[in-house]
C-alpha cells in the first residue's frame, strides 16, 4: 500500500506541527547568533544549524501542503532583531546549542517512535540522525575549549550485588545511602539544562518590553534558582561537583534581540521539557528523598506552565493544535 494515499494521524501532525513551531524559532535564534557571534568554530556550527532547520522546515512544509492542513504562524524575521548587540557570549551560545540538540534528539525519538507512515517515519529518522551529527560537532567544540561538564566519577572497583535492606529505599531519617549512578547522573543532566535555562531568563529579562512578560520572567527566574539550590545543596551532601553556573556568561545589552512572544515561548518551552526530565528521574530514583526532590521540583515547573498558558493565551500568541471534529456542530 502507497504509505502517502493514507492520512496523516493524530501523533504524526502533532510531531510535524510541533517540529514546525521550534524550527522557525531555531532559524530566528541561529540568524541572530550568527549576527553576533565572532569565533569562527562557534559561527561554522551555527550555519550548520541554520542549515538543517531550513532543511527540516522546508520538509515539514511539504507534509502540510501536500494533506491540506494550515500550518501554524510559527515565527518570521519580525521576531528577531539582527541589528541588536550580543546578549551572551560566545562560549554560551555554544553551550546552549548543545543542550538544544539533546531536547531535539529527545523530541525527534519520540515523534519516529509515535508514527506509522513510511515517509513520516524516514523523516524524522533523517533529523534524528542529522541532529546527532549536530551533537558530535557541539560535543567535539567544547572538549576543544575545555568548555565541556563531565558528570561525576564514581569508583570502579565496585562489584555487583543486590540491596537486601529496606533502607536502600526507605531510609528517610538515618544515614542515607550514597546516590547510585542513575540517580546522580539524572540529578547532574537536569541541573546542566536548568543552568543553562537560568541563563537565557536572565538574559531575557534585561530585554523585555511588555511588564507582564517581566514579571513572568521573573517568576521563572525565581522557581528555576529554587530548583537549582535544591539539587545543588544534595550533591554538596554527597560530595559530589554540581555544574558551574554560566550567569558572567551574560552581557549588559538592553536592547532586545528576539520579540516578547520568541523569548516567552523559548522558555515556556524549556520548562516543558523540564517537567519531563524531573519525571524520568523521580521515577528511576529509589532514594525517597530524591523522589520527593523530584516531586516538589515538577510542581513547582506546573505552576510556571499554567502560568505560561495564560500569558501566551492573553496576549494571542498561543497557536491551537488541530483539534478533532465537533460531533454536536455538524449539521
Not at 528555576?224 to 549588559?252: A, C, Q, R
Not at 515561548?265 to 516543558?272: C, E, P, R, T
Request: aromatic fraction near 10%; glycine fraction near 4%; include cysteine.
Amino acid at each position: 500500500m502507497n504509505s502517502k494515499k493514507i492520512r496523516l494521524t493524530t501523533s504524526e501532525v502533532t510531531g510535524l506541527w510541533a517540529q514546525y513551531m521550534q524550527n522557525t524559532m531555531s532559524i530566528c535564534v541561529s540568524s541572530y547568533v550568527l549576527a553576533t557571534v565572532k569565533d569562527p568554530e562557534i559561527s561554522s556550527l551555527f550555519k550548520y544549524t541554520l542549515k538543517l532547520s531550513k532543511k527540516h522546515l522546508k520538509m515539514v512544509e511539504e507534509f502540510f501542503e501536500t494533506e491540506n492542513l494550515d500550518l501554524p504562524n510559527g515565527f518570521t524575521q519580525n521576531d528577531v532583531n539582527l541589528s541588536a548587540p550580543p546578549l551572551f557570549s560566545d562560549d554560551f551560545w555554544l553551550i546552549y546549542i548543545h543542550d538544544m540538540t539533546l531536547h531535539g534528539l529527545a523530541g525527534y525519538t519520540l515523534s519516529f517512535s509515535v508514527s506509522a507512515r513510511k515517509d513520516v517515519r524516514d523523516h524524522f529518522y533523517q533529523c534524528n540522525i542529522d541532529t546527532m551529527d549536530l551533537y558530535n560537532k557541539s560535543i567535539e567544540i567544547l572538549l576543544s575549549k575545555d568548555l565541556y561538564q563531565r558528570s561525576p566519577y564514581f569508583s570502579t572497583k565496585q562489584k555487583s550485588e543486590s540491596p537486601n535492606d529496606l533502607t536502600y529505599v526507605l531510609d528517610l531519617f538515618g544515614d542515607k545511602r550514597p546516590l547510585n549512578s542513575m540517580e546522580a547522573g539524572n540529578i547532574y543532566f537536569n541541573l546542566k539544562k536548568s543552568i543553562v535555562t537560568k541563563t537565557l531568563i536572565n538574559g531575557f529579562q534585561q530585554v523585555i518590553q511588555d511588564k507582564e512578560v517581566l514579571k513572568f520572567m521573573e517568576q521563572c527566574l525565581g522557581t528555576i534558582t529554587k530548583n537549582i539550590g535544591v539539587f545543588t545543596t544534595l550533591f554538596e551532601e554527597e560530595d559530589l561537583h554540581s555544574p558551574n553556573l554560566l550567569d558572567g556568561e551574560t552581557t549588559n545589552s538592553v536592547v532586545p534581540p528576539f520579540s516578547d512572544k520568541l523569548m516567552t515561548f523559548h522558555v515556556g518551552f524549556l520548562f516543558h521539557l523540564a517537567a519531563t526530565y524531573y519525571t524520568t528521574a523521580m521515577i528511576t530514583s529509589m532514594r525517597l528523598d530524591v523522589l520527593g526532590h523530584c516531586d516538589a521540583a515538577i510542581l513547582r515547573d506546573l505552576k510556571i506552565i499554567t502560568q505560561f498558558g495564560k500569558l501566551m493565551m492573553k496576549k494571542g500568541w498561543l497557536e491551537k493544535l488541530p483539534v478533532a471534529d465537533d460531533r454536536k456542530e455538524l449539521p
